[in-house]
C-alpha cells in the first residue's frame, strides 16, 4: 500500500555534502515513522537515521551523528537525509524505510523499504 523511492545518490569527494530524498506514495504518509538504513558489501545493515511521525523526535546512528540531519516535509510526502563531511565509510547502499512505531534503530521496525540509492565517497 506504500511505495517509497530514494534519489540524490551519485558520487562525491570526502569532505563533501549530499541530500537524499525518499518520496511516499498515499495520504496516510504523515502516519508513519521513516528511517534510514544503509548497507556497504560485506557488513551488516546500519542504523543512520530515523524521524518521527510529526518530526518532533530524530534518532541518529553514533557514526553520523553531527553530520547527518534527517527531515520530513508531510506536505510533499517526503523525507530528506543531508549528508555533510562525508567520509569514504559512508560508503554505501542506502534505503528509506515506513513503519508504524516502536523501536526505530531497528530494521524490524519498518513495513516497507525503498530500493535504495548508491552514495560513493571518494577519499
Known amino acids: 500500500q506504500v511505495q517509497l523511492v530514494e534519489s540524490g545518490g551519485g558520487l562525491v569527494q570526502a569532505g563533501g555534502s549530499l541530500r537524499l530524498s525518499c518520496a511516499a506514495s498515499g495520504r496516510t504518509f504523515s502516519s508513519y515513522a521513516m528511517g534510514w538504513f544503509r548497507q556497504a558489501p560485506g557488513k551488516e545493515r546500519e542504523f543512520v537515521a530515523a524521524?518521527?511521525?510529526?518530526?518532533?523526535?530524530?534518532y541518529y546512528g553514533d557514526s553520523v551523528k553531527g553530520r547527518f540531519t534527517v527531515t520530513r516535509d508531510n506536505a510533499k510526502n517526503t523525507v530528506y537525509l543531508q549528508m555533510n563531511r562525508l567520509k569514504p565509510e559512508d560508503t554505501a547502499v542506502y534505503y528509506c524505510g515506513a513503519g508504524e512505531g516502536g523501536y526505530l534503530r531497528v530494521g524490524v521496525a519498518y513495513d516497507y523499504w525503498g530500493q535504495g540509492t548508491q552514495v560513493t565517497v571518494s577519499s
Open positions: 524521524i518521527s511521525w510529526s518530526g518532533g523526535s530524530t
